[in-house]
């Protein structure tokens, strides 16, 4: 076991984790490490959603998720003006394809305005159908602001710039057990008898630090309590399938393609959208997972699913919308669900103009009311950050959550 003491843990090596490291030092001079459980950056929520900056809309005016997605993304495209790294502005159509959505549409518009949005423009169907010419809509919202890019590589250039202020990264270490480093432990290890700093430890290897950050996504409620916080809610895993259009029928998408989304659930529903190294994905459905990195039917946890059973929350949000789940299942098993969805928007994608093409898992706090937890949590305990809540848009407003969980840090840890 290493002696060395490091002043903070950062657990988890996601675009969060690895902003907020980026973020505590420019501005600290200390001893951090980020703690990566995979063999590599950015392996499950940051490296497999679908690449899109967010504009803002959609998100409660003031809320974190607001405040931190319009900042957060105009810090990221000038990021990547300045790193060099890919990216386009392409902007993005939310369509309503029916009477009864337009209220709904008005509300989005609203939430934009609200939020700052400078780059949108109501337009007609006929209007829309000058942009999307395949596109099916009775009324349509252009969002300039959208963008797409590869967020697996602004997390590299961010562990570029942490390594370059004196952080380290360790890969393969996967949390099993942490502790306070009480006087007998601590005493025994040989680092004095007067330490409380916390032991981090994974398969044989132990690292000690004063003060912890939890960015553990799909693992950050069992880190949380494994460092005797409550966190207060569970992490329940939603898989998002893909499908990817055939090259023949790329034509048939020009800019991101939305639908007006279901006010009741934190998804946006299937969608198009482009992707920064060509190609066109659609979806994501959001079908409950059989594991916390459950990327496929085949991937089952027993603890995870028995994690489930026992939590009195999840029996709420599934006695509200057993429905919905079971419209999910169908249209992760059923291709042909899933295309009726994707003709929605646009009515000539067919059968055999799709092919599968990856997934991802969303870690989704849901409270013990059964509600699925809508914005960013972010709690503080004595020497302990938990970054409880961030699906989507943390990746567009990692820069500013970086920022946010720093100034949290300096205040929290005491940091000289």
């Given at each position: 076991?290493?002696?060395?003491?490091?002043?903070?843990?950062?657990?988890?090596?996601?675009?969060?984790?690895?902003?907020?490291?980026?973020?505590?030092?420019?501005g600290q001079n200390?001893?951090?490490?980020?703690?990566?459980?995979?063999?590599?950056?950015?392996?499950?929520?940051?490296?497999?959603?679908?690449?899109?900056?967010?504009?803002?809309?959609?998100?409660?005016?003031?809320?974190?998720?607001?405040?931190?997605?319009?900042?957060?993304?105009?810090?990221?495209?000038?990021?990547?003006?300045?790193?060099?790294?890919?990216?386009?502005?392409?902007?993005?159509?939310?369509v309503a394809t029916?009477?009864?959505?337009?209220?709904?549409?008005?509300?989005?518009?609203?939430?934009?305005?609200?939020?700052?949005?400078?780059?949108?423009?109501?337009?007609?169907?006929?209007?829309?159908?000058?942009?999307?010419?395949?596109?099916?809509?009775?009324?349509?919202?252009?969002?300039?602001?959208?963008?797409?890019?590869?967020?697996?590589?602004?997390?590299?250039?961010?562990?570029?710039?942490?390594?370059?202020?004196?952080?380290?990264?360790?890969?393969?270490?996967?949390?099993?057990?942490?502790?306070?480093?009480?006087?007998?432990?601590?005493?025994?290890?040989?680092?004095?008898?007067?330490?409380?700093?916390?032991?981090?430890?994974?398969?044989?290897?132990?690292?000690?630090?004063?003060?912890?950050?939890?960015?553990?996504?799909?693992?950050?409620?069992?880190?949380?309590?494994?460092?005797?916080?409550?966190?207060?809610?569970?992490?329940?895993?939603?898989?998002?399938?893909?499908?990817?259009?055939?090259?023949?029928?790329?034509?048939?998408?020009?800019?991101?393609?939305?639908?007006v989304p279901d006010?009741?659930?934190?998804?946006?529903?299937?969608?198009?959208?482009?992707?920064?190294?060509?190609?066109?994905?659609?979806?994501?459905?959001?079908?409950?997972?059989?594991?916390?990195?459950?990327?496929?039917?085949?991937?089952?946890?027993?603890?995870?699913?028995?994690?489930?059973?026992?939590?009195?929350?999840?029996?709420?949000?599934?006695?509200?919308?057993?429905?919905?789940?079971?419209?999910?299942?169908?249209?992760?098993?059923?291709?042909?669900?899933?295309?009726?969805?994707?003709?929605?928007?646009?009515?000539?994608?067919?059968?055999?103009?799709?092919?599968?093409?990856?997934?991802?898992?969303?870690?989704?706090?849901?409270?013990?009311?059964?509600?699925?937890?809508?914005?960013?949590?972010?709690?503080?305990?004595?020497?302990?950050?938990?970054?409880?809540?961030?699906?989507?848009?943390?990746?567009?407003?990692?820069?500013?959550?970086?920022?946010?969980?720093?100034?949290?840090?300096?205040?929290?840890?005491?940091?000289?």
């Open positions: 076991m290493s002696r060395e003491v490091y002043d903070i843990a950062v657990i988890g090596g996601g675009i969060v984790g690895v902003s907020t490291a980026r973020a505590i030092l420019s200390c001893r951090l490490v980020v703690l990566e459980a995979e063999d590599r950056l950015a392996a499950h929520q940051t490296g497999n959603n679908s690449g899109v900056i967010h504009s803002g809309l959609y998100y409660k005016p003031g809320s974190l998720k607001a405040r931190n997605c319009v900042s957060g993304r105009d810090a990221l495209y000038a990021y990547c003006e300045e790193k060099g790294i890919p990216y386009d502005r392409c902007g993005k159509i939310v029916s009477p009864e959505e337009i209220p709904r549409l008005d509300e989005l518009e609203k939430r934009g305005r609200a939020n700052g949005l400078q780059g949108m423009k109501r337009m007609s169907a006929e209007e829309a159908r000058e942009r999307e010419p395949h596109v099916a809509c009775v009324d349509a919202l252009l969002v300039r602001e959208t963008g797409i890019m590869d967020f697996t590589a602004v997390t590299e250039a961010f562990a570029g710039d942490v390594r370059a202020r004196g952080g380290e990264t360790v890969f393969g270490f996967r949390v099993s057990g942490l502790r306070r480093a009480g006087a007998a432990t601590a005493a025994q290890a040989g680092f004095g008898r007067d330490s409380s700093d916390f032991v981090v430890w994974s398969e044989g290897r132990e690292i000690r630090a004063k003060n912890i950050i939890n960015c553990a996504g799909l693992q950050c409620d069992r880190i949380a309590r494994l460092c005797g916080s409550d966190p207060g809610v569970q992490i329940v895993p939603f898989r998002g399938e893909y499908y990817e259009l055939t090259e023949e029928k790329r034509y048939l998408v020009k800019h991101l393609i939305y639908p006010p009741r659930f934190p998804f946006l529903g299937v969608h198009f959208t482009r992707m920064i190294g060509g190609g066109i994905e659609a979806g994501p459905n959001a079908v409950l997972a059989l594991k916390r990195e459950g990327y496929s039917w085949r991937d089952i946890s027993l603890n995870d699913m028995l994690t489930y059973a026992t939590y009195g929350g999840f029996w709420k949000m599934a006695a509200k919308f057993w429905n919905t789940g079971f419209a999910e299942v169908h249209r992760s098993l059923s291709k042909k669900a899933f295309v009726r969805a994707l003709q929605g928007l646009v009515p000539e994608v067919g059968f055999d103009d799709v092919t599968r093409c990856g997934a991802g898992v969303r870690a989704q706090a849901l409270g013990p009311d059964g509600k699925l937890i809508d914005d960013f949590r972010i709690v503080e305990d004595a020497n302990m950050i938990h970054v409880l809540n961030a699906p989507s848009p943390a990746a567009t407003s990692s820069i500013s959550i970086g920022e946010t969980i720093a100034a949290m840090a300096h205040r929290n840890f005491r940091l000289n």
